[in-house]
Nanobody, 124 residues
Framework: QVQLVESGGGLVQAGGPLRLSCAASGRIFNTYTMGWFRQAPGKEREFVTT????????HYADSVKGRFTISRDNANKTVYLHMNNLKPEDTANYYCALSISSVPSSDYARYRFWGQGTQVTVSS
């Protein structure tokens, strides 16, 4: 069984950086796809980024392109979401997710495994 655990959320001032981590455990194949999503209170879950487990096929939402990037530590099965120049509208609960499909997708319904989320709050 795959488990995902996010960490690294917190309170940050607008313009500041934050790095989120997603530690995966269980059997993960190189063909799997990972994604980051976020959800603010009263809003729909929103796509942030999707990428192949090997680091290929990376896509970002327009709202974060140029500010957010992902990196991976394969040895520890950990992926990171590096967030720079944060804005108040980035405030949300951030989730990492894993899809068994090799096709990256912005559709959260295609992701089978989810972490518990980590809260990011950006103050203005």
């Amino acid at each position: 069984q795959v488990q995902l655990v996010e960490s690294g959320g917190g309170l940050v001032q607008a313009g500041g950086p934050l790095r989120l981590s997603c530690a995966a455990s269980g059997r993960i194949f190189n063909t799997y796809t990972m994604g980051w999503f976020r959800q603010a209170p009263g809003k729909e879950r929103e796509f942030v980024t999707t990428f192949g487990w090997r680091g290929n096929n990376t896509h970002y939402a327009d709202s974060v392109k140029g500010r957010f990037t992902i990196s991976r530590d394969n040895a520890n099965k950990t992926v990171y979401l590096h967030m720079n120049n944060l804005k108040p509208e980035d405030t949300a609960n951030y989730y990492c997710a894993l899809s068994i499909s090799s096709v990256p997708s912005s559709d959260y319904a295609r992701y089978r495994f989810w972490g518990q989320g980590t809260q990011v709050t950006v103050s203005s």
